[in-house]
Structure formats: structure tokens, C-alpha cells
């Protein structure tokens, strides 16, 4: 009986053989591990840092670098950033004014704000309101306020008011509508009114020119823009005026007139003091501040130390 052999063939299977069909580029780029991540990232260069930039500066030994501006008269440091800041912010309220709006006239009931005087006309045909309040005031309208006389102090070159100044001063404000919005106002001019007990008179320039003999008597406007010359007895006066100011593209408006008029007017309740009869006093005022004071007072204003 024939026997059948079967013959087997020893062929090796690979690991490759046994897998499912794939396409080859899946099988070359399997998922990098953590670590392959890591190592590629390690072998990538650094980034570059960027050049720092630097500003050159120069000594001009034969030029300032104090400036003074023209428009607003402040003087600052060019170059320096706090300064520049300063004379930017100072410049534009001492031009313009400062904003009136709504955070203002919400508070303006708790504050105790009276309008005085309401569609004042100025010489321009424009037409803005008058308001009064303590000078004491706390709040948003009090840091309102700070601000301001903060900028009339700088513009005056004049000392801050003391607390017990400000205790004894109401403030009158002159608001025109504004340009850019109808729910605000600006504020082109402030007074501040004081309550004072006595003032002194202003001599007149036949008074002056014989006390100390000058060889020709000059004549007031050229002699109060350097000094005022005064009596000094004092005389009982209610009224001072320890601050008049009005924004430089709103003077020679009727704005300061109108403001002095409604502090006469209205400081002392049912009583109006006429600045004619001494009634009314400033307090050292500066050169255009005497003009608007003898334009007004026709002659009667005093002066008056705070």
C-alpha cells in the first residue's frame, strides 16, 4: 500500500505579514511619545531675544530746558514726562474749561446747588447759567472743585485755599452749553466769594503820587499792573474775593462781570452789596484782575489779606 507524503514548507512569518493591509504612511509616522516631544523640543534652537532700543540723550549746556507756554503761562520741564503731562492737562482747562455733566447734577441736590442766575446773555449772542454752592462740599462736585481751584491756583500763581477759607466761601460757576454733548456743560469761569469782616481802601493816584513823589504821577492802569498802593486804616467790608478766573477763549465776554454780579448779589441773603460803596473787597489781585476789579467796583472795591 503506497503512503502518500505530504511535504510542509518552513517559511517564516514576519510580524509585518501578520498585521492587516495599511497604508505605508501610517505605519512610518506613528504617534510621537511625551518623551519624543520633549527631545524634539530640547534640540530646537532658542528664540532670539530682541534688541532692546535705546534713546540718546545730549547736554545743550547753552540752552534751558525750562519752557513756558504762551497760552496758559505754566512752566515745565521739556522732556520730562510728568511735567509734559502736567502743562498738557493744565493748558487745555485753563483754554476751555472743565466739564459739567451727569455725575454732577445727580449730586447737585445733596450739595446744596442753587442756580442763580439763568439765561445770561454774554457779548458773544451765546447764553449760559450761574450756579452757587459751599466751597466746603464733598463728593464727585467736591473733587470737581479741587480740581479746579487747583488749575486757578497754578494759573494765579496763587497759594491753596485753607480749610477754613473754603468753610467761610461759597463758589459761584458760569456754564455754557457744550459743543460735543447736550447733557454736559463747561465751566469758562469761577468765583470765589468769602466772608471777610474788614478790608482796606485804594488810594487814589493823587494820594500816592504825593506820598512818595515820583517825578511824574503815573497814571492808575500802569501803577496797579505792579502794585497797589492802599490805606491802611480798615473799614468794614461783608464781601472778599479771594479767586476770579475765566477760561482764555471765553474772556473779555462779560463772563467775570456777570459772575461778580451774582456774588454780590446773592452772597448775603436779602441783602445785595453794591461794590460802589466799599462793600466788596479782593484779595491782591493780579494785573487783569485789578482792570475787571475798577471796571466793576467803578472805583469802591477794597483790598483785602486772606
Aim: overall charge positive.
Amino acid at each position: 500500500m503506497a503512503s502518500t507524503l505530504k511535504t510542509y514548507s518552513r517559511t517564516k512569518r514576519t510580524l509585518l505579514s501578520s498585521l492587516p493591509s495599511s497604508p505605508p504612511s501610517v505605519l512610518a509616522s506613528p504617534t510621537p511619545t511625551p518623551k519624543a516631544k520633549a527631545k524634539k523640543a530640547a534640540a530646537k534652537p532658542p528664540p532670539k531675544a530682541k534688541a532692546k532700543t535705546f534713546t540718546q540723550l545730549h547736554f545743550c549746556i547753552d540752552q534751558t530746558i525750562l519752557r513756558t507756554c504762551a497760552l496758559c503761562g505754566l512752566s515745565y520741564t521739556k522732556g520730562a514726562p510728568d511735567d509734559e503731562a502736567l502743562h498738557k492737562a493744565h493748558c487745555a482747562r485753563v483754554q476751555k474749561g472743565m466739564e459739567w455733566g451727569r455725575e454732577e447734577e445727580k449730586e447737585q441736590l445733596a450739595a446744596g446747588v442753587v442756580e442763580v442766575a439763568s439765561g445770561v446773555k454774554l457779548k458773544d449772542r451765546k447764553k449760559g447759567r450761574i450756579i452757587c454752592f459751599k466751597a466746603d462740599v464733598g463728593g464727585k462736585i467736591g473733587s470737581k472743585l479741587s480740581t479746579l481751584l487747583n488749575t486757578i491756583n497754578l494759573a494765579l500763581s496763587s497759594p491753596s485755599l485753607t480749610p477754613e477759607i473754603l468753610q467761610a466761601s461759597k463758589v459761584y460757576l458760569f456754564l455754557t452749553p457744550s459743543i460735543t454733548s447736550t447733557l454736559r456743560e463747561k465751566i469758562v469761569g469761577c468765583v470765589i466769594a468769602q466772608q471777610i469782616s474788614t478790608a482796606v481802601a485804594i488810594a487814589t493816584p493823587t494820594e500816592y503820587s504825593g506820598a512818595c513823589e515820583p517825578p511824574s504821577p503815573p497814571s492808575p492802569t500802569t501803577t496797579l499792573v505792579g502794585g497797589i498802593f492802599c490805606h491802611p486804616a480798615p473799614l468794614p467790608t461783608p464781601l472778599g474775593i479771594s479767586r476770579l478766573f475765566v477760561s482764555s477763549t471765553h474772556r473779555r465776554q462779560g463772563v467775570a462781570s456777570h459772575l461778580l454780579t451774582a456774588a454780590a448779589e446773592t452772597f448775603v441773603l436779602g441783602c445785595p452789596l453794591d461794590p460802589r460803596k466799599g462793600q466788596v473787597a479782593f484779595s491782591q489781585p493780579t494785573g487783569d484782575g485789578s482792570a475787571v476789579m475798577h471796571r466793576w467796583g467803578g472805583g469802591g472795591v477794597r483790598i483785602y489779606e486772606e
